[in-house]
């Protein structure tokens, strides 16, 4: 047997409570934290949890691609040459439902994604309808008074999505899908446009845009003092389309409106072409030199064109 004297014990207890108070100061300050979340996880609620974002600097974009479920989307111009995004959603179950990165070598492409398009329940069926199915006077009717029910039953859309483009930058491809909500857009120059959305209005505002198709089935689409290029198909299975052009553009684009139950109401002052045509339910415009053109179809609904008036 070993027999240490008290100096020795001494010695042997001063290193265990060093190596103690070592221990414990390592867990306080030392901590190893590389497994934690880099956010503070938030606590599970059934309660909806509103996230709010407020201008998100982005990098120098060149392309958006945005798909959702229910969002009031605006594209608009910033107030500086930079770049943002600024979001406000209602998230379940203590979740952020919106997931945003930017992709491409030089991160110049914004991508959006609403996680809750992964849940077959909360996701509805875009249903394009033949534009060109022909009616009669009682479908047209029972047409109407379906729509004016439907629309006293459209639920509000909350969410808000917004998203800063400097003057004068120039996309290559902007392209929205939307379930339910309104898509303004706002001083936008993009060789490409794709909107498609179920529920909804479509406003296009001073914007440059090149080969666009916008395609809403159930809500109505209005452009002014917008400038269309290449091809630009605008369309509604119900809904009114509405469009004011400056005198200048309407030389280089030829226009074919087309309505089945409604009219098209047209304020263009007239072309030089013979083979001008016009009715109560479809408008055909050709250009003195035409460059471009515009395809404007709707099923149950109005179309409306004009010219922009400046005083």
């Known amino acids: 047997m070993i027999v240490m004297n008290k100096k020795a014990v001494a010695i042997v207890c001063a290193i265990c409570i060093i190596g103690a108070v070592g221990y414990g100061m390592r867990d306080k300050f030392g901590k190893d934290h590389s497994d934690e979340p880099s956010v503070k996880k938030e606590e599970k609620t059934e309660d909806l949890k509103e996230y709010s974002d407020d201008h998100i600097a982005l990098n120098d974009l060149k392309e958006i691609k945005a798909d959702v479920l229910d969002a009031n989307i605006n594209i608009k111009r910033s107030e500086d040459n930079k770049f943002y995004m600024s979001y406000n959603f209602e ?123 916008v395609e809403v089935s159930d809500g109505n689409i209005t452009a002014t003092e917008s400038k269309f290029e290449g091809k630009t198909v605008l369309e509604s299975s119900t809904g009114d389309l509405s469009a004011k052009f400056m005198k200048e553009d309407l030389d280089h684009m030829n226009i074919n409106a087309d309505t089945t139950a409604g009219v098209v109401k047209q304020n263009l002052g007239g072309s030089t072409s013979e083979d001008e045509y016009s009715s109560n339910s479809s408008y055909v415009w050709k250009a003195k030199d035409p460059k471009h053109s515009l395809e404007m179809y709707t099923v149950d609904g109005d179309i409306s064109l004009d010219l922009v008036n400046k005083n």
């Open 91 to 213: 998230g379940e179950n203590g979740k952020d439902p919106l997931v945003y990165k930017t992709e491409g070598d030089n991160g110049d492409k914004l991508v959006i994604k609403d996680k809750r398009r992964d849940d077959p329940n909360k996701e509805g069926d875009f249903e394009k309808k033949d534009t060109k199915t022909e009616k009669t006077d009682k479908d047209k009717k029972d047409n109407a008074d379906t729509n004016k029910e439907e629309s006293k039953d459209k639920k509000e859309v909350k969410n808000n999505i917004t998203i800063y483009v400097p003057e004068g930058a120039e996309l290559k491809k902007t392209k929205v899908d939307l379930l339910s909500g309104k898509i303004s857009v706002e001083d936008l120059h993009s060789k490409e446009l794709k909107i498609k959305l179920s529920s909804g209005d479509v406003d296009l505002n001073r914007c440059l845009i090149k080969d666009s198709g």
